[in-house]
Structure formats: C-alpha cells, structure tokens
C-alpha cells in the first residue's frame, strides 16, 4: 500500500487486533489521507468504505453538547439555572456517603444539579457499570440499556432522579449519563424528541445526512457489524454491545435515545461536524459559545482525582471543557484525549472510535472502528490492540501534518 497509514492499519488486521478501520485526515479545506481497512463484516467478506456506518458510542456527547450551546445561544437556559426548571424530578436529590455504599446510607445534596454540571460531568450522575454493587445493579434495573433501553424518555428521568449521587453536585468529574440526561432536556425544552431536536440544530444546518439514533432500513447494508473477543483473545462477530447495553436490531419505534452514546455516523459526517472546532464555531456557534465549550472549567483537584475504572480519566496536559476534553499543555496531553496544539478537543467512543481537531493547524483527524469494548476482558489486555492502531494512526498523522 502506498498510505502508510493504511499500511499499519492492515497490520492490525491481519494479526486479528480489529476486524477494520476507516480514517481521515483533513486540514484547512484539505483532505490528506482516507482509507478504509479490512471488514465491515468479515464473516460475509464485506469490505469497510468510505460510506460505512458505525456506531460512535460517546462520540455522541459533543454533538449533544453542540446542540445545546445552540440552546444555550437562544436563551432556553444558561449554565448556572438548576435542571429542576425543566425537570422537577430532581428536586430532592440525595448522595451517597461512598460510591460502593448502600443506597439508603445518603445524605441530602447541598444544592441543585444545574445545566452546567451536566456538561461537565459534576452533576453526581455516573454510569452503573462502573461502580459495581447496589448502585450498578439499580442504575440498571430503573434505565434498561445504555443505548437501546425499553424505558421511555420520562420514566428513564424519574428513575434516574430516585438513586443517589455518587458526589455531591458541582463537587467532582465523574463520567457517566450526564448528556443522556442533557438529551432528555434539551428535547423538553424543544418540545420535540431528542433525535428531532438534533437533526434540526446540528445535522440539518451542517448536512448530516447520515447520522442519527435509528439507521434507515435502505441502508442498513451499510453498517459495520460489532466485534468483540473471546477470553482468549480470539476476536467475534458480537449481535449486541457489552452487558446488553444495544439491541441487535433497534426497534423503529423506540422512544429512548441516548445522547450519550446513541449515535451512528460516518467519516464524512462526523467530519464536517468536528470542523466546527476548527472554524472558530461556525455556522451553528457564536464565537463566545465556542470559547466556552474549548476552554477547561475542571479545577486542577478535580482534574488529579478524575478517574475510570481506576484510571486518570486526565493526563497533566488536558482538561474539559462543556461536553469535550481540551489540551492544556500539548508537551503532557495524550492522543487517547487529543493530542495536538493547545485547545485542541476530542472525546472517543467506547467502540474504538476516535478524533480530534486541532485549531492551531486548522486539522482534524478521525478513526472509526467498530470494537466491543469488554470492561473484564480489557483488565487483562484483551481487545485493546484498536488503542494501539489509533496511537499509530496518530503519530503517522502528525508526520503527514507536518
């Protein structure tokens, strides 16, 4: 192969660490390198290309985050107003003495979750799986599935608005269902569903033709199937993502959308969305909007004590802005949160999607990929080969920008 990111790419492939990946490279008004690497579904021998559709998984939270800076823009709300204006569910909030604690062992919150806690990830809201115990199992039992769920949108915020918090609101970063609540809101305050509300502020205004929470039958050919690993590391076609989170066919007519994770895209679309974050914020955010998404709001003691599944969620060099990581110091930033000038952004996806954009060279890099994430297999090395071939797309990039 004559790209040499396509080159390594297949490396990964062919030792059966990612059944394909699809990457772009563009920088001010120039595409300079696509490929699209081994299978969208290796069983039926189908080959990724460039209109491939996969599921981006958290991928979906800035452009939830997008949407509701628009809002934000129109005076529907502002950062600081306490979310019970639009869901008084949440009025009478409790909190957890300790994240592995009994439910019942909670005292009361000491004021309100507000929109901007939500964008940032303090508003005490968390995903089940990542504190296993009482709190994971009733996470579960009252929200069904992280991306498809059979629980309606207000049935999903009622249940959510009776379990405690696991930090007191505004106190730490703590990764979790925040935008899937945001979602839920900003659909309220459209009057419309979230999908609705997405497509007439983002996708419609940037031409996003091919995102959205529910693929059309027309084109379902092209999907990316999921794969996944066995305990020996052997990959596998998978029918639903980990713990049951999706469904292998979501229903027409399902209610819950998850703008948190719901979301399938493709190279292009995602594309043009990520431009945004290049272009200074045009069309969809006023310039004042875009420095408030891009700039960290994280006080360093909540960056140091960020973590996931016993991890620095935040290396020295990044902080979060509102729904997105933002490089602080391009010396000690990592490629896993984005790695370039300072203010560049970029938030992955749990299936091995990946991208950043980088203002201070107009570029933006995208990885799509379609890996199942195991959360016991990946503690034993199992399935993280993906993270290996975005780390090499990376580097290769940068040599490519320069």
Request: proline residues 7%.
């Amino acid at each position: 192969m004559s790209d040499p990111i396509a080159a390594a790419l297949q490396t990964y492939v062919d030792a059966g660490a990612m059944a394909g990946a699809a990457t772009l490279i563009w920088r001010q008004g120039r595409e300079l390198q696509s490929c699209a690497v081994g299978w969208a579904d290796r069983e039926a021998r189908r080959p990724l290309a460039r209109d491939t559709l996969f599921r981006i998984a958290s991928m979906t939270k800035p452009v939830t985050s997008v949407a509701a800076m628009t809002m934000l823009q129109d005076g529907l709300f502002y950062l600081d107003d306490p979310i019970t204006t639009v869901a008084p569910e949440f009025g009478d909030m409790r909190v957890l003495r300790a994240p592995d604690a009994p439910l019942g062992d909670s005292v009361p919150a000491e004021r309100p979750i507000t929109f901007g806690d939500l964008l940032t990830h303090r508003s005490g809201l968390t995903y089940g799986g990542l504190h296993p115990g009482p709190l994971s199992d009733a996470y579960a039992q009252a929200l069904g599935g992280d991306i498809d769920s059979h629980v309606a949108p207000d049935d999903w915020i009622a249940g959510l608005a009776a379990l405690p918090l696991i930090a007191q609101p505004g106190a730490a970063f703590n990764y979790g269902c925040s935008t899937d609540l945001l979602g839920f809101l900003l659909a309220r305050l459209e009057g419309a569903t979230l999908g609705e509300t997405l497509a007439r502020r983002v996708f419609r205004p940037l031409g996003m033709t091919d995102t959205g929470f529910l693929v059309p039958a027309a084109q379902r050919h092209r999907r990316a199937s999921l794969y996944g690993w066995t305990a020996d590391g052997v990959i596998e076609p998978r029918q639903t993502a980990s713990a049951g989170s999706s469904l292998p066919e979501r229903p027409d007519d399902m209610a819950y959308e998850s703008g948190g994770q719901g979301l399938w895209s493709t190279l292009d679309d995602y594309l043009t969305f990520a431009r945004l974050f290049v272009e200074g914020g045009g069309p969809l955010l006023t310039p004042a909007s875009y420095e408030l998404m891009v700039r960290n709001r994280l006080s360093e003691p909540q960056r140091q004590a960020a973590t996931m599944m016993g991890v620095p969620t935040f290396l020295p060099g990044h902080g979060f802005g509102l729904g997105l990581a933002t490089v602080l110091d391009p010396a000690t930033a990592s490629f896993t949160r984005g790695k370039g000038g300072v203010g560049t952004v970029s938030w992955p996806g749990a299936f091995g999607g990946w991208w950043q954009a980088d203002p201070t060279d107009g570029s933006v890099m995208l990885f799509l990929t379609h890996n199942v994430l195991d959360l016991e297999l990946a503690a034993q090395g199992i399935g993280l080969g993906v993270y290996g071939a975005i780390g090499e797309f990376h580097a290769l990039g940068v040599e490519l920008k320069a």
